[in-house]
């Protein structure tokens, strides 16, 4: 199949993943503004209110992976756990890791809420973003950076600031749903130590490879951890 990847349908794909990412930061912003989530409020229920809001703000939303709020202890589970609804304590962190899909584009797009004055669960607010932005500039800074080499940075910049990564991987592929039907679990779709390719290629189909920069640090010593995600490559 040939490529177009510079030509109207790569910036027609651009276009739509940036505008998927700015409804969902408009979608969070409208969550955090009405105290969606917050102590007292179940992660379930959570959810469900963010799901909501975004039928309302967008028109019905399908999402191309579940939606997660998750909290307390249960922030130091992996994705694929499925840990019992708890309820969001006062001096609490907790955070939302949504994949909605506008005009079937996805984004994919994560933050974390603390509650109270625990100066750990403070930092990890404020790392988490430091570090993304960190790990944004190592990718601009490396036309060839593979999978593996910004891995091993954000591993790096996480274990600087006190925090272990909690899953197996610093990203993945985004694109139009559903990404993961196309490409499974194969260690190319993701920013893991098992990719040995460059972040800057083409797809299978000749389009450009775009990606989600996905942060879950955690501190299991004292038994929490935060999350934070959106485009690496893009807005």
């Not at 579940?66 to 019992?84: A, E, F, M, V």
Request: proline share 5%; aromatic share 10%.
């Amino acid at each position: 199949m040939t490529s177009d990847h510079s030509g109207p349908e790569e910036a027609r794909r651009v276009a739509g993943l940036v505008a998927a990412q700015e409804k969902a930061i408009a979608l969070f912003g409208e969550v955090e503004a009405r105290g969606l989530v917050a102590p007292g409020v179940g992660e379930r229920e959570a959810s469900d209110r963010i799901r909501d809001l975004a039928n309302d703000m967008f028109g019905t939303t399908k999402h191309w992976h579940k939606r997660i709020i998750r909290s307390g202890p249960n922030t130091l589970r992996p994705y694929r756990d499925n840990p019992p609804d708890r309820i969001i304590g006062e001096d609490d962190v907790a955070f939302a890791d949504f994949g909605p899909i506008f005009e079937e584009y996805e984004a994919d797009f994560g933050r974390t809420y603390v509650f109270g004055d625990d100066p750990d669960k403070h930092r990890l607010l404020h790392d988490l973003p430091r570090v993304f932005d960190a790990g944004r500039a190592a990718f601009a800074a490396d036309p060839d950076i593979t999978g593996r080499q910004l891995y091993a940075e954000v591993a790096r910049l996480g274990r600087e600031a006190g925090w272990e990564i909690g899953i197996w991987h610093t990203g993945h592929l985004v694109g139009e749903f559903p990404h993961e039907v196309n490409d499974g679990a194969k260690a190319e779709s993701y920013i893991t130590l098992e990719n040995d390719t460059p972040l800057r290629r083409t797809d299978r189909a000749g389009r450009t490879c775009h990606w989600i920069l996905e942060l879950h640090f955690v501190d299991r010593a004292r038994g929490f951890g935060g999350f934070y995600e959106q485009l690496l490559d893009l807005a």
